[in-house]
């Protein structure tokens, strides 16, 4: 297996190497990437399409906002495939081979819990304000779904995980990654219900009280809140299974 | 397009990203097919899939630019919606004279209806490509979930086999094989019939 | 060479160290920590390039979230590995 | 609504799959009818979609999420979702094969993954919607994600199964994944030489700079994205994950997957090849008079697909395992078809994955239907099937006449044109390497005849009455039909697999009016 690893490995890299003479001067101005009509008009014209200063969020969540439709679908489904792959049913049980030490049930430590008490809030706000100012800095609904999910990791790791699970159970985590789904989804469809085409955030401004440039800067804030709804507790969700192997229960 | 020794010296020196990539790459590829641990052969997966997306954004670079977010100066909700006149409701506006006198207050200026204007070419130049982030944004999700499932996958081979080595696997699998015995579904014992 | 340039070369030298030895190391934990440091580096080039969103997911993704799956699922199998 | 069929497509899925999720594991009895519903839905939108086809007048449909037109701002900008006839008939095959799935999966998604059927449906139809996607974008990097919704319900989907499931499904995810970075890159080095990522952008953009045929960064591309889209269709040397990933997955799973995951990637490589690279760049792209080495030596690399492929299937002694070492020899036929670089070739390879789709679902239906009823797909299980399962087995059988290639069936007329296309492209050896594997699948199919019939035992002993008399004994022979629910998709996957064969001229037709642009040569091709 080695050999052969090592023949594909020499393979590709001679392929990728013989590629590279070819490449484009390190950051070159006038790239076929980077002087392309397309992104050019990202930069150009982000700002007259939706007015949201970051192009990357603006391109991420409406030029390309089907992309990040099935991206926040892929975590779904990792979360969903994750339940579905180590949820114990009847007749499974561990190999005899598994002989797992008894779980350590340490009592959580005094100063870990106080500080990840202080921390917490603070985590959250974060996370509240990445995804809020998402449209101005870095950041956005992905990255603010991370961090929320973390916020809760955290309080797993620190107590143990019934003490999450006690705030969002599995089952709840699934269910509003669902709805974050449906936020965006929804947004979606309603806006292509009012006349525009699937995603076309546009012609909210038949029902928002803003413009049409406004309206796909207001609904994109929305796309945004449902990845986060669904990155936090998918996040979650996969933890709370990877780290009890599906049984939901004690801690790491 | 380049001379004999050039060559080395343009690998080396001006796409030293590329060249890190091309090693990355080739360092979870070989780790994902050699390598005997599943886990092993995840960090391997993860480390391929990065050094993909360390190609696209440097593909992303551009020498001088700054990053894909609108400076004050053309941020559609930034000041330079002070120095932008009004000359009618259709927005017309004069780029040449805005360079040249940046600060023409207007009284009759309303915040509420700036207008955003489009980038000269010129000003574009300034701005990292914004398109190769945002592919890798997906690009990373992709990854995380990707690993999230093989992981679980991971957990749930050590739950019925007991090892996380490939070969151990292996020969449990093919020691349950050798254990199957395929069931004659038919309740009756054709052999009785014969007499 | 600028300082930035010499920065960058820092960071791409460290990144193959890591991810050499965290994938050459026995103690699986120990590899999964060092994964997360080859991220974070890997996030810190990023955020040079002036790629400063997918730095940012990457910190949060695969310095934090990715690396404690894994020693989330490291804890839950054998820790030592063959190779 | 009806400009709008192409978004509902996706939309009726998707939606289905997050109320599968919601509502699964309070009431798991709405799964079944939400998913069955949605895909009708999808079919309907689908239908819908074909007919705006045909009535346009450049045979095609454009799309644009977020609308971002193509008129208005540069192509490229937003996402644009591209229905030729092309695209929209492998949907049409796509949607419509899960929909006879998700009708017949009732009872063995009951029966299978209890306690997980929210969770199994909602994974269900959103494969569906990846699939359906992959056969209609218009855009490389859109394409990518696709791939990975597909890939990652698959991995769920397989591994939901047993153990050994999830042992095979490690597999596909380490191959999956290299397939599907190898492409990511190969779209990479495509957008660093172009600046799109949109497919008609590119295709433009290398038309015009013919300078980029030399390139070599797009040479590599072309590997990269080639080599992925190989790996994920598991032709020969990646073909490793297929067999036992498919053989221990749920029943279900395999009736959705089989039939299209491996299907879909060859749309994808056809897709690639004509309308992304451009059939000057992809085939006739010489430096020298050897010929393109792609076309001299893929046809052979798909020989000996075929010829290994059909040799494993020969050696299997179960139903279900043989079928899937059928499915990576299928693989190499259309592989083929496209490489051997003729009209008819690519007609049949095209006209392949349709019929091979409906007919590879047929038999795994059957053979779901034996698992259930027998608890085994070891040859052993099968004796005296017939007469207990009539319908069963004839729509069984008609599956496997197609696959062999019988007249009436579907799968005749696609081997017909595959066999033209290697004729006049006087690819020798990939005809011979076709007659070869439709020789092993009569020989696999009448074994199965033979111990479907008769009272012998795998080892051919006799075990009937007597020397002469090999009928059954009375106790073996009472009827005891499927439940209709699994029957009846049965019997109308045979019926679209008779009718295609019968109106195979129409589907023809459309392929003829896709493919009429692209100059490919009719006569000889070396």
Redesign the interface.
Known sequence: MKKVALAVTLFIGALLLYAAKDFSVWGHLQSPASASPVSKHFIADTGVDTEVPNMVTAVLADYRGFDTMFETVVIFIAGIAIIAILRRTGADADSPAIQRESDVVAEPDLIVTNTVRLLIPVIQLFAFYVLAHGHVSPGGGFQGGVIMGASFILVALAWDLPKALDRLSVDRAIMLAGVGILIYAGIGLFSMLLGGEFLDYAELSHVLPVSREMARYHAMLGVEIGVAFTVTTVMFAIYANLSTRGRLEGGL | M?GEEG?LN??LV???????Y?????????????????????????????A???????????????????LAE?????HHAEHIVHLDEANTIDVSEENATPLRLSHEQDHGHHA??????E???G???????????????????????????????????????EDA?LAA?QA?DAATV???????K??A??G | MTGLALFNLFILVFMVVAAVISLRVKDLLTASVVFGIYSFLMCLLWAEMGAVDVAFTEAAVGAGVSAVFLVATVFNVKRSSSD | MSENSIALIFAFPLFGAVFCALFGRKSPNLCHPISVASLAGALGAGIETLRRVIASEANEVSYFFGGWNADAYPRGVGIEFRADYLGTLIMLVVVGVAFLVAWYSKLPVAEETPEKEGYFYSLFLLQVTGLAGISLTGDAFNLYVLIEVAALTGYGLIAMGSARAAAATFKYVILGTIGASFYLLGVGYLYMKTGTLNMVGIEQFITDNESLADSAAMQVAFVFVCLGVLMKMAFFPFHAWLPSAYFHAPTTTSCLLAPLVTKVMIYVMIRMLLTVFGVEFSFKNTHDDEGNIWTEVLPWLVVLAILCAATMALAQRDVKKMLTYLIVAEVGYMVGGVWVYNYYGLIGSIFHIISDACMTLCLFLGVGIILRKRKTTHFDGLRGLFRKMPFTMTGFFIGGFSIIGLPPTCGFFSKWYLITGGMLAERWEYIVALMFSTMVMVVLFFRLIERIHLAVTESGENIGHGHGDLALPKSETFFDEAPLSMLIPLLLSAGVVLVIGVFNQDVVNLLQDFLEPFNLPKGTGR
Do not use: W
């Not at chain 2, 790459?25 to 995840?42: D, P, V």
């Not at chain 2, 053309?74 to 930034?78: A, E, I, K, R």
């Open positions: 380049f060559l343009e690998l001006e796409r030293f990203n590329y060249c890190v091309v090693v990355l790459l080739l360092i979870g590829l070989y780790a994902m097919i050699a390598k005997n641990n599943l886990i092993k052969k995840l960090i391997g997966m993860s480390i391929f899939q990065t993909i997306i360390l190609f696209y954004v440097s593909i992303g670079v551009k020498e001088g630019a700054t990053i894909p977010i609108y053309h941020d559609p909700h930034g955003p204007r489009s980038l000269t070419d000003e574009t130049l701005y990292a490509n914004p398109l190769p982030h945002v592919l890798m944004l997906t690009a990373i999700v992709v990854g995380v979930a990707t690993l999230g499932v093989a992981l679980a996958l991971t957990q749930r081979i050590y739950r019925a086999y007991g090892t996380i080595e696997v699998i349950e395929i069931p004659d579904v038919l309740a009756t054709p052999k019939k014969k």
